[in-house]
């Protein structure tokens, strides 16, 4: 029996303001309690780290099969790889994991590398350029729907509906609204661009194809499965990258630190999505009346777990505004925890180092100008970060 109860709040955490700058909310929502009742949308926030791990390994108590959203629409639109718990979960799971594991990966590292190298070799000569438009962009673009196995055409559209993707799962504000026509948008995109007939023999969408044909998953899932794949990796990925020259732009003892010890390029990365975590949250429903941390919770409530608000946690990292290339970041929350931690994130990490290593090699420094924020319902990412570079000599 406990006798604690959750503190309540008026605070929007998706108005303009908190969504440029969510860090101050955040620590005073922790400091409430590691449960935070957010009035405006009947929300339970789950603000602490020990909460956050809590809630995302127990699928039993916690589920995700109502939808990991923030409205109806969203919740009940059909049951993606998100919206699934185990067994069938693990079921959609298993068609690219082989693909998506580290050894699987190393099949591709050399072209990721290659692509970054060829995209930071020509963008040192202008010197000036957008670290997300010309950067981060095209070569996120580039490695996802490529190994997926689109075609060059089609891949740039799939960019137009990446943050519509996200957006629309959050509560019914003026955003999601005009997300939600073009989530439909993305969804008719991916049945004709990721058709079978369309896609790479040899590229991932295949693979789920063959996953169907051998009845491993069913087959009406196929194509939900790739839209899920393709829209879960592209804003992520250009967020962490856009985020990580932001970061080592404003602090050159880093970026130093780096040029004498690539083998910290890791660090860095991890750094990064723990400070400025790409995916801001997702939600779960409580199956019976239970706790979080010791804090009741009823059946049927709904838990927002704050991801990037877990990840600044004084209690788990000290000192958690620092960008601190020693720290022991294992643990953070950026890619999630238990069944559904991110399938792609090995190949994230691959995309993020490959682009920090190369600008490495081209740039003995460089400074960025003010950056910009989009401002999205459950992400966290740039929209313009402008880079002046010094290139490295010799080349
Ligand atoms: C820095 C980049 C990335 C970040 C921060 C990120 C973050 C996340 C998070 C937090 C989740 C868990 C959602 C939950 O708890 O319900 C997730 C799931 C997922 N991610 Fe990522 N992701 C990234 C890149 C990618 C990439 C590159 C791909 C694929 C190409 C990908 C594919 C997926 C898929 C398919 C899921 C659903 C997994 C499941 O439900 O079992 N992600 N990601």
């Known amino acids: ?9 008026r605070i ?51 589920t995700s099969t109502h939808g990991v959203g923030c409205n109806d629409v969203i919740n009940r639109h059909g049951r993606g790889i998100l919206a699934t718990d185990p067994p069938f979960h693990d079921t959609l799971r298993r068609p690219l994991s082989g693909q998506l594991s580290r050894r699987g990966l190393e099949r591709v590292a050399d072209h990721v590398r290659n692509r970054a190298d060829e995209l930071v070799a020509t963008l040192v000569d202008r010197p000036d350029f957008d670290a997300v438009a010309d950067l981060a962009e095209p070569f996120t673009v580039s490695i996802v729907a490529g190994l997926i196995g689109l075609p060059e055409a089609d891949r740039a559209h799939a960019l137009e509906y990446a943050e519509a993707a996200f957006t629309c799962y959050g509560p019914m504000n003026a955003r999601t609204q005009a997300s939600l026509p073009k989530l439909e948008e993305f969804l008719r995109f991916c049945r004709s661009a990721g058709s079978r007939a369309n ?83 997702f939600t779960r429903v409580a199956t019976r009346d239970t706790d979080v941390d010791g804090v009741p919770v009823a059946a049927g409530e709904r838990l927002l777990v704050l991801y990037g608000c877990a990840n600044r946690d004084e209690r788990r990292f000290p000192a958690p505004t620092r960008f601190d290339l020693s720290r022991r970041t294992a643990g953070h929350v950026a890619f999630g925890f238990g069944v559904h931690a991110c399938a792609g994130q090995f190949l994230a990490r691959l995309e993020i180092e490959s682009v920090l290593d190369a600008m490495l090699t081209y740039v003995e420094r460089f400074e960025v100008g003010t950056p910009r924020f989009q401002l999205g319902n459950m992400t966290r990412r740039l929209a313009r970060l402008p880079v002046h570079v010094l290139a490295a000599t010799p080349r």
């Open 1 to 9: 029996v406990t006798s604690k109860t959750a503190p309540t709040t």
């Open 12 to 62: 929007d955490l998706w108005s303009d303001e908190v969504l440029r700058d969510p860090y101050p909310v955040f620590a005073q929502l922790r400091e409430l309690g590691p449960l935070v009742h957010l009035e405006r949308h009947d929300l339970w926030a789950v603000t602490r780290h020990a909460a956050a791990i809590e809630v995302l390994r127990d699928y039993e108590r916690f």
């Open 199 to 281: 896609l790479r023999a040899d590229g991932w969408g295949s693979a789920v194809y063959a996953a169907a044909d051998r009845n491993e998953i069913p087959p009406s899932t196929a194509i939900t499965l790739i839209a899920a794949y393709l829209g879960a990796g592209m804003d992520t990925t250009i967020s962490a990258i856009s985020s990580a020259l932001m970061l080592l732009g404003e602090q050159l003892d880093a970026w130093q630190e780096l040029r004498a010890d690539r083998s910290l390029i890791g660090a860095a990365a991890a750094e990064t999505l723990r400070l400025e975590s790409p995916i801001q949250r």
